[in-house]
């Protein structure tokens, strides 16, 4: 009788784990799974759950892991981790707005972590910076557990709007209009620039060299493409 109770308290708490994204397979491990990469999936060491809850729009999840950090996970989908947030942060600012000559305005959609605009926020030519996030919870989230990354929300350059992206675009991304833009040759180098955000800490992934090697292509990537075009 003893070994079938603490058999079902196995099983309660592993039930009990995977609804909450925590992996039942492995017990303590958070596992993310996507039938976009059928047969494996992404599997990091819980030390602590930090918070869970749900929102209107999603359920929302922050835990220590043993590697990365503290992890955010929005709808079982990690989104952030301190360990390499970085990469995806830099590259994504960077390559856009070091092809631009002094650029003044920028509109971020999502984002609500703050990452990117701590990064956008080093750009000392940039006068306005909008940023529309559906999900306040993300926010505020963000700023009690990844301070590093919300510190993009204290730049007085910064509007936050809570609302759907959607209803305030007000010009579109990749207008044809205006001077053709070179992305593979940057035309400011971002390293050079003096502006106080930079004391947030230095770029960890960007350089101005990187834009050359972010287009191109593998060459397995360029017989798929050469194939087709025959």
Same mark, same amino acid.
């Given at each position: 009788?003893?070994?079938?109770a603490a ?13 909450a994204?925590?992996?039942a ?12 990469? @059928?047969g ?6 819980v030390?602590?759950?930090?918070f869970q ?9 922050v835990?220590q892991?043993?590697?990365?950090g503290?992890?955010?996970?929005l709808?079982g ?7 390499d947030?970085?990469?995806y942060q830099?590259?994504i600012?960077h ?5 631009i000559?002094?650029?003044?305005k920028v509109l971020?959609i999502?984002?609500?972590d703050?990452?990117v605009l701590?990064e956008v926020?080093?750009?000392?030519s940039?006068e306005q910076?909008?940023i529309?996030?559906?999900d ?17 929300f204290?730049d @007085?350059?910064?509007s936050?709007?809570?609302?759907d ?9 990749c207008?044809?209009?205006?001077p053709?833009?070179?992305f ?6 971002i390293?050079e620039?003096?502006? @106080?955000m930079?004391s ?19 060459s ?11």
């Amino acid at each position: 009788m003893e070994a079938e109770a603490a058999a079902k308290r196995t099983r309660d708490s592993g039930e009990d784990a995977a609804a909450a994204g925590i992996s039942a397979v492995i017990p303590g491990w958070f596992s993310e799974i996507s039938p976009m990469w @059928p047969g494996e999936a992404h599997s990091l060491k819980v030390d602590k759950v930090l918070f869970q809850g749900k929102s209107d729009y999603q359920s929302v999840m922050v835990f220590q892991s043993s590697t990365y950090g503290k992890v955010l996970v929005l709808d079982g989908v990690i989104q952030v981790t301190e360990r390499d947030e970085c990469a995806y942060q830099e590259m994504i600012t960077h390559l856009p707005l070091c092809s631009i000559k002094d650029p003044k305005k920028v509109l971020v959609i999502g984002g609500g972590d703050g990452g990117v605009l701590r990064e956008v926020s080093r750009h000392s030519s940039v006068e306005q910076i909008d940023i529309c996030e559906i999900d306040k919870m993300v926010v505020d989230v963000s700023k009690q557990f990844f301070p590093h990354l919300a510190v993009g929300f204290e730049d @007085p350059r910064v509007s936050l709007h809570i609302g759907d992206g959607y209803g305030v675009i007000g010009f579109m991304l990749c207008s044809t209009e205006g001077p053709a833009v070179d992305f593979q040759h940057p035309v400011f180098n971002i390293e050079e620039d003096e502006h @106080p955000m930079k004391s947030k800490g230095p770029l960890k992934f960007y350089n101005s060299e990187i834009h050359t090697a972010s287009f191109c292509l593998p060459s397995f990537a360029k017989r798929v493409i050469e194939s087709k075009a025959n």
